[in-house]
């Protein structure tokens, strides 16, 4: 009879979540926590906080932790502002104080498009100092609209971010000191990384058979003699021997990793953490594997423990960039509709296409504007025309104008005094 060993996972009781109050100093439990935008786990994250950073929470709203941007977290954190190029710019000349109320947001670090920088995180008051990083143009082609110059500018205090309050907390004395003094050390182990990964992973791979193999205990078969009648000559003699204590081993790292993936489900990990605790796990099997096997067992089972966890985050990236396509979707339907409430009276709309007849050569160079439905060639413009029509061919556009009679060659013509966007779709 076989009996197999199980290997054993080491589990630790979760500690209690504590429910930050404000101005209460708190702690990040695990690396790469999201600090996001807006009150709830579906507003993306702008940054990410490691264990151990100190943060101060100001309320807290649903189980999300309002944090204020100070501290050490926030030494290196920016925002951005924009506005039209052809408007007033909202500082001084010299870009040190604001001139009027000014809109800071933060951008998506994993869609970082023109469309995607929404995360309002808050407004600047007249007159107050902000320190530019850097400052940069964004043409029309981006914006879809019309040029806008983009400062980035060093996260001013009085923004605020939000964590989950379960990824937090209280913190120790010595916590508070460095939330004070702008700087806490992370934990030597999480500072650690692997000079190879697994280097000694290939013996581990040959010596693993063979100490599972040894782990199994093998029952043999015991004899038993029937003595019918006691022998009073025979004397039992028991010997008791005093075996000296051995002195349990522990390995402060493995015990640091499992303290952490302890206090936070698999599916929380986010992809950073997990390359953190696999970073961890497979030194331990690199130091491990030779004396200690059962240990290097036991990280190798949580290495297969992240690896699903990874499947996760991907699976997660995935959902994540699809609400987002659809909420943009979502957001250029409601600007084309803004756009068509708000339009003029339009002479003619239609899809700005090159024309293959007047091209140039037999005949002079024209935009056509065609029907999108039937295809059929509605009208004709003359590139010279006096409107920008870059940016528009293959788009469809709303006309503004006068519409004539080419006798010559026998077409409508268009003398346009303003031509829109009234839906943007790829060119094809």
Known sequence: MFI??????????????????????????????????????????FMNANAGEPVKVSETVSGMA???????????????????????????????????????????????????????ICTLPVGTHIDVVSSTTVDAMTTGSESFVVHTIQLPKMASGWIDTTLLEPANAVQVAGFNQGWVATPQWMQHMPTSPIANWNTWAMTRPEWIASQQIVEEPVEVAVVLEPDPSIIETVTVVDVAPVDSYSNTEW????ATIAGTPLHKLNAAAVAKLRSGYENIVDTEAVNHPKIAEQATFRLRQLDIAATINATRTDIAAAKASIARSKQDLNSQLAVLNESPNYIMRGRLTVSPVFDGVHR?????????????????????????LRGMLGQRVGIVGRVNWDSQWQVKTIDPTRVDLVSVSPPE
Not at 69 to 82: E, H
Not at 90 to 119: H, K, L, R, S
């Open 4 to 45: 197999a060993l199980i290997a054993t996972l080491i589990v630790t009781a979760p500690v209690t979540d504590a429910t930050p109050n404000a101005s209460d100093i708190f702690v990040v439990k695990s690396d790469g926590t999201p600090v996001r935008w807006g009150p709830s786990n579906t507003h993306y994250a």
């Open 66 to 120: 309002r944090i204020n941007t100070t501290g050490p977290l926030f030494g290196t954190a920016t925002g951005v502002v924009r506005y039209p190029q052809s408007s007033d710019s909202p500082f001084n000349d010299q870009w040190e104080t604001t001139t009027n109320n000014v809109a800071v947001y933060v951008i998506d670090p994993t869609q970082p498009n023109w469309d995607d920088t929404v995360g309002w």
């Open 255 to 258: 015990e640091a990793l499992e």
């Open 364 to 388: 002079p160079i024209m935009y056509r504007l065609q029907d999108p439905f039937s295809g059929r060639s509605l009208a004709y413009l003359s590139p010279d025309s006096g409107v920008d």
